[in-house]
């Protein structure tokens, strides 16, 4: 085994074990499958990331409900697929970026799970503790528009700060952290003040938020792994898209990375996390690259996917690194991804609690 390079198990902070299918494809999608085909997508894609070397995921955000059964499963050790921290549905506004009604016939809207959606204090304090209900290991708050999403209501705050108190304090009342998909500064800021333990994406991160950050000690989950996705798809099916949404997409890929070199550089916290199911499941990896790419070591790039990781994800005392009395979750690598990231790419053998599940 000299030839080979051991490393922690990694973990991918925001992963979604749903299709790939966008744009008017998954409204369609979501329309004409019934749940039992998103919980065998979903089992499938687990395989897929635990193949790739993630011993760890969080799920944040699954509309159909199917990846918390998937987290016990696999845990009980029925299916093959990498610990899941599972964030239930996303909470978010009425016509915010997590509202799955968005652009459905409104005879066919209210015939879908809206629990999720909330307005004013006490109703968000409510959809925080009806996903609690559920069994979640943490919330997702959807605080900006999204890239995706077809709203034109652009990437700025969707929520009041009442609103994204409520929903942070009540999910921190349960000892549950709180992830905050945001992309405008408005809504990043907003979400730090309010007390988010990470920000995803923060696409439009400022020096405020940059205070912010270094003050809280929250993390950024950069996502990068999206812009590649996006450029993919606008070159193969622009069709899928409304106009609004294309000009979005066009300029989240302009201008990725640019939170990340500067937040980098200012000594914020980074943690790994790609956006699994936006971008394509399995090529995890490729977002070790962007992330040099955009300024970090190949050193701070691997930290990011363990240590970092392990620390946001509240699992540092039993992953992370290779000691003894945590899980013995760690894979092999042919090349030194020190010297060259990319070989992570082509994880050769994973173990996960002790046990090997790919060689
Ligand atoms: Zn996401």
């Known amino acids: 085994m000299r030839a080979y390079f051991v490393l922690p198990g990694l973990i991918d902070s925001h992963v979604h074990f749903n299709g790939t299918e966008s744009g008017k494809g998954a409204l ?10 998103f919980a065998y997508q979903a089992a499938t894609l687990a395989r897929l990331t635990l193949d790739a070397g993630f011993t760890t995921v969080r799920v944040l955000g699954n509309p159909a409900g199917v990846t918390l059964s998937l987290r016990d499963a696999i845990a009980a050790g029925a299916l093959p697929g990498p610990r899941i921290l599972d ?8 016509g915010g970026s997590g509202d799955v009604t968005l652009g459905v016939h409104s005879a066919l809207a209210g015939h879908m799970d809206q629990d999720n959606l909330c307005d004013g204090t006490e109703s968000c304090r409510r959809a925080v503790r009806l996903q609690v209900r559920r069994g979640v290991d943490l ?21 009041f700060i009442d609103e994204a108190r409520a929903v ?20 990043i800021n907003l979400a730090l003040e309010c007390g988010a333990d990470s920000i995803e994406h923060g ?15 929250a993390f950024l989950v950069p996502t990068l792994s999206t812009a590649t996705t996006y450029v993919e798809r606008l070159a193969n099916n622009p069709g899928i898209y409304t106009q609004g949404v294309r000009e979005k997409m066009e300029w989240r890929a302009s201008v990725t990375g640019q939170a990340l070199r500067q ?13 699994a199911g936006v971008s394509p499941h399995g090529r995890n990896a490729e977002e070790f690259v962007l992330m040099v790419k955009y300024g970090m070591t190949t050193g701070d ?3 990011a996917a363990t240590l970092n990781a392990a620390e946001l994800l509240g699992i540092a005392d039993e992953a992370g690194s290779l000691e003894p009395g945590k899980r013995a979750d760690l894979i092999a690598v042919s090349g030194n991804p020190l010297e060259d990231i990319a070989v992570l790419q082509h994880v050769l053998l994973v173990m996960k609690g002790g046990r090997i599940w790919k060689q």
């Open 263 to 275: 937040a980098y550089a200012r000594g914020v916290r980074i943690a790994f996390g790609t956006d």
């Open 168 to 187: 942070v304090e009540t999910a921190h009342l349960y000892g549950k952290k709180v992830a905050v998909h945001a992309h405008g500064a408005d809504g």
């Open 301 to 303: 790039a691997i930290k």
């Open 87 to 94: 964030a239930g549905n996303s909470i978010a506004a009425t």
């Open 139 to 159: 919330i997702k708050l959807k605080i900006t528009g999204g890239v995706n999403s077809r709203v034109a209501t652009g990437l700025g705050r969707q929520m």
């Open 28 to 37: 369609l999608e979501r329309l004409s499958k019934d749940t039992a085909f």
């Open 203 to 217: 696409t439009l991160l400022d020096d405020q938020g940059i205070e912010l950050m270094l003050r809280s000690g």
